[in-house]
């Protein structure tokens, strides 16, 4: 008799556990991630941005 509602309980908890876990886990890689191709894509934004155009001002210093 005991063991059904025990054996319910568990499976309530590790459900709700593994959803927390999920979440959190999800959540901290989202994080992670945005963060990391942020950067990567903001530094070679930056790079490639600054290269042309330093090169648009090389080209128009070259044509004065």
């Known amino acids: 008799m005991s063991a059904v509602p025990t054996k319910r309980a568990n499976a309530l908890t590790a459900k ?3 959803r927390k876990v999920k979440t959190l886990t999800a959540k901290r890689f ?3 991630v945005k963060t990391l191709t942020a950067k ?17 001002v090389k080209e128009v210093a070259g044509s004065i």
């Open 30 to 32: 989202e994080r992670k």
């Open 40 to 56: 990567r894509f903001e530094r070679k934004v930056k790079t490639l941005t600054a290269k042309r155009f330093k090169r648009k």
């Open 16 to 18: 709700r556990f593994e």
